[in-house]
């Protein structure tokens, strides 16, 4: 969390672009495998690609909204009761969200469980709020929001990707992996969420790893 | 006393000898007398390499058990010159013991499981076999060239891997998941952790741990022996703790002893795993310790629920042979990388997995607990071994700085 702290200072003086804003979250700081935040709901409601899916987009629309808002009130907040102003922008907005999937898609609702009320506590968001939005003004706010939560999205999509087309062969509740294939039954229990997990951050360790040493060389 | 002192710097290793007051002072004592003498000290004039004849009787009295003179010179140039007096620090004699030859002694010592798994369930099993093994080897071999290690592959420490997964497995067991267990075993049970020596996990049982979870079905798929020969429709059946546990059913002791029942592959057969396990228990590689705790520990608490109730609770010696018990205690507990090293800490993890087998069997969800209890026993390794260190001889007690 300091270092994201201290991250985030940059931007302001240095004067950042906005789609410098944007662009971190997506693969520099991409919040499960990077930063390791949020992996709740990573580990948990990622065994389906359609569950991954709707979580990341879920959580995205309350990062953004609730940046944009802290964002906006940010000089009218005290310091000393900032963490309970933002518990209660983002709970409202959470509580919209519920509501919102409970009406709307009531199947994906009951899949993720109690993991839509929990993205109240989800690290990310509370993370950017503090490193964030509170001292930047609304439009890098928006942009940071935004790079946030799609690289969020994206590590559960990628999450339910795999999880979905080892654990049942299908994509999307489409069966595209044929009768000669046996399901992994270990990829949709929790045991297969842990590997994959480490696995993901493996590679995406190994991968910048291997970028930034090319960097070097040229 | 002072030999404890400069052993402990011989510990130290190469770091510059750190000679406490009391090793000055019997180095200064030492200087003119030979090595001979007090042959823990080596004659200074010799070993002083560093010239400065002030610092010499000192800084040797230190580091003397540690590297003398002649050890620079080759093994065989110091028997040459056997005409001086020549002193080092033990070991003196080796043995021609190494990792491959240990490791091929157990392949041997597998010779009777998998030869009578072979006779009990067909030709088809030595396929199973030849499958993990060739894809342990391979596996390994690719890992280590991937991460730039040297390649260890022939130490055979990976064809273990192979056959004792192989012999965990069912008979009617699909080609591809033994694939798939066996680059588990390997690629990230074995080598992600460091390769051999550094593995936390026995790898054949973290292969067969993985299996467990992927593909809950066919694992626990079991055939009986004879009707599997043609293998294509064999006739499935309980295991004898699957009987035991859903059926209330024992299976006789003679079965369970030369392993005509259905099971995984080596399992069946407590004789012939026996036989292997006395043979490296004859060869030194093994700690009686280990398998002797581990079955005893199973003995004695499956008699503590037999003597309680013998109608529910099977006996202990039906524990004691039926499933894995036998091919844990013999093959895994018995691993020398991820087993405590010291004696006391070899009961505690025996007993221990051997009461968690138990427990498991008895009472948990699954008919049997070799599997989980070993590996529950393993992460508790490095616990273990901490807190069992024996005291160095004449450590005082309170003496924690």
């Known amino acids: 969390m300091a270092d994201s702290v201290e991250k985030a200072q940059l931007p302001e003086e240095e004067t950042q672009s906005l789609s410098y804003e944007l662009v971190k979250g997506l693969w520099q700081d991409i919040a499960p495998f990077r930063l390791v935040l949020g992996l709740c709901p990573a580990l948990a409601v990622t065994n389906s690609l359609l569950n991954g899916l709707s979580m990341g987009l879920a959580t995205l629309f309350v990062l953004v909204a609730s940046c944009t808002a802290v964002s906006i009130v940010r000089k009218l907040i005290a310091p000393q009761v900032r963490i309970a102003a933002y518990v209660v922008i983002i709970a409202t907005i959470v509580t919209v969200t519920d509501l919102f999937l409970q009406a709307m898609t009531p199947g994906i609702s009951k899949a993720l469980g109690p993991y839509v009320p929990l993205i109240i506590t989800n690290c990310i968001i509370l993370g950017r709020l503090e490193a964030f939005s509170q001292k930047n003004p609304v439009l890098p706010s928006i942009m940071d929001s935004l790079g946030t ?11 339910g990707f795999v999880r979905e087309i080892l654990g049942f062969g299908s994509i999307f509740g489409f069966t595209i992996l044929g009768d000669w294939f046996t399901p992994w039954i270990v990829m949709i229990l929790p045991a297969g969420a842990f590997l994959l997990m480490g696995g993901l951050i493996a590679l995406v360790n190994y991968i910048s790893h291997k970028q930034s040493s090319q960097g070097e060389e040229a | 006393m002072d030999k404890e002192k400069t052993k402990k710097a011989d510990t130290d290793g190469s770091t510059e000898a750190k000679p406490t007051a009391e090793v000055k002072t019997s180095a200064k004592k030492a200087p003119a007398k030979t090595g001979a003498k007090i042959p823990v000290k080596k004659a200074p004039a010799k070993s002083a390499a560093e010239g400065d004849v002030k610092n010499a009787p000192a800084k040797t009295g230190g580091k003397a058990p540690v590297k003398k003179a002649p050890a620079k010179k080759a093994p065989a140039e110091a028997d040459e010159s056997a005409s001086k007096l020549v002193i080092s620090s033990s070991p003196h004699f080796q ?19 998998m030869a009578v798994s072979v006779y009990l369930f067909g030709l088809r099993v030595l396929m199973l076999m030849a499958v993990c093994v060739v894809v342990c080897l391979v596996s390994e071999y690719a890992m280590q060239k991937a991460r730039k290690k040297s390649v260890r592959v022939h130490d055979g420490s990976a064809a273990i891997t192979g056959i004792l997964l192989a012999l965990m497995l069912p008979p009617g ?31 054949a049982l973290i292969g067969r ?17 004879g009707a599997v020969i043609n293998a294509v429709d064999a006739i499935s059946a309980a295991t004898p703790l699957a009987m035991m546990k859903f059926g209330g059913e024992a299976t006789g002791l003679g079965a369970l002893f030369f392993g005509n029942t259905a099971g995984s592959l080596g399992e069946t057969s407590a004789i012939a795993i026996l036989i292997g396990g006395l043979y490296l228990r004859y060869k030194g590689y093994i700690n009686w310790k280990l398998p002797l705790g581990y079955l005893g520990s199973i003995a004695f608490f499956a008699a503590i629920f037999w003597i309680y109730d013998s109608s529910t609770y099977a006996s202990p010696f039906f524990h004691v042979m039926a499933g894995g018990a036998m091919l844990g205690a013999w093959f895994m507990v018995t691993d020398m990388v991820t087993t405590p090293v010291t004696p006391c800490g070899q009961w505690i993890f025996a007993i221990g997995a051997g009461f968690l087998t138990i427990i498991i069997r008895l009472f948990g969800g699954l008919p049997e607990g070799v599997m989980y209890s070993i590996l529950f026993m393993n992460a508790f390794v490095p616990l273990i071994n901490r807190h069992t260190k024996p005291k160095v001889f004449g450590e005082l007690k309170a003496k924690k700085t």
Do not use: C, H
């Not at chain 2, 043995?95 to 499981?113: F, G």
């Open chain 1, 149 to 159: 939560g799609i690289g969020f999205t994206f590590g559960l999509v990628a999450m």
């Open chain 2, 95 to 113: 043995t021609t013991e190494n990792i491959p030859r240990i490791m091929y002694t157990v392949v041997t010592a597998l010779i009777p499981a």
């Open chain 2, 173 to 203: 067991f699909p080609i591809y998941g033994a694939v798939l267990g066996s680059l588990f075993s390997i690629v990230i049970g074995k080598m992600l952790f460091g390769g051999l020596g550094y593995n936390i996990f026995n790898p």
């Open chain 2, 209 to 225: 741990a993985f299996l467990q979870a992927t593909y809950p079905v066919l694992i626990t798929t079991w055939v009986d022996p």
